[in-house]
């Protein structure tokens, strides 16, 4: 296992699950290691969970290190565009 740093972080948001279920998720964890499906040596892996309903309600994320960076300059870009009532 070769993960460089994992950062925790609690959240509050809703993902999409197994089955098509939507769950509320409260926890996420970022962590750059070898990756379980995508195909590259190492991904920025991000999973958004929610412990209290077990392990299943789970969304995982494996992104190559310059997608995961356009993901956060698509992320700024959109919050950015808010009126900044809207987005407290």
Avoid at 60 to 88: F, G, H, W, Y
Wanted: proline content about 6%; charged content about 15%.
């Amino acid at each position: 296992m070769c993960t460089y740093s994992t950062v925790k972080a609690e959240i509050d948001g809703s993902a999409k699950g197994p089955g098509s279920s939507w769950f509320h998720v409260t926890d996420v964890t970022v962590y750059f290691d070898h990756p379980v499906h995508a195909m590259a040596e190492h991904t920025l892996n991000i999973d958004f969970a929610a412990p209290a309903k077990g392990p299943s309600a789970r969304v995982a994320l494996e992104l190559t290190a310059d997608s995961a960076r356009a993901l956060v300059t698509a992320i700024q870009d959109a919050l950015a565009a808010v009126p900044a009532e809207m987005a407290a």
